[in-house]
């Protein structure tokens, strides 16, 4: 069967998925099939109005959101600071290379990302400053 919280293929026995540990609904002693013939006084789930595997929904049935956070990820914070600071984003890129290789890829993204932005004003700062200089000298 499958749980109704995050879409996890489980056990047919189990009360509790194994994966995000929300509770699947099933009385404590029943199977799946069990409780199915008895959710429908009897008869079988697979003869009434249920669905193909059982009383529930195919996993994301009703939308597409996984209501489990992805913590491989990095928090905007990170992103916002590896773009001011490219130094910290290449830091967080080295460390995180190997345990967290989606976090590492953002903040090393970010990083290049505040580095070329960084190089662009730097270079239209200098050119409005030898401006000013041959203006203020003419």
């Known amino acids: 069967m499958y749980c109704r919280n995050c879409g996890a293929n489980i056990d047919d026995r189990s009360n509790v998925c ?73 830091i967080l890129f080295i460390i995180w290379y190997s345990s967290k290789p989606r976090a590492s890829r953002s903040c090393g993204l970010w990083a290049l990302i505040g580095f070329l932005v960084s190089i662009v004003a730097l270079l239209l700062f200098m050119n409005m400053f030898v401006d000013f200089i041959r203006m203020v000298f003419h």
């Open 18 to 90: 194994t994966y995000c540990g929300a509770p699947t609904g099933i009385p404590p002693g029943q199977s799946y099939q069990q409780y199915g013939q008895n959710y429908q006084g009897g008869q079988s789930y697979q003869n009434g109005p249920y669905y193909q595997n059982g009383p529930y929904p195919p996993p994301n049935y009703y939308n597409n959101y996984n209501p489990v956070p992805d913590m491989n990820d990095c928090s905007p914070v990170y992103k916002v600071v590896s773009f001011l600071w490219p130094l910290v984003g290449l």
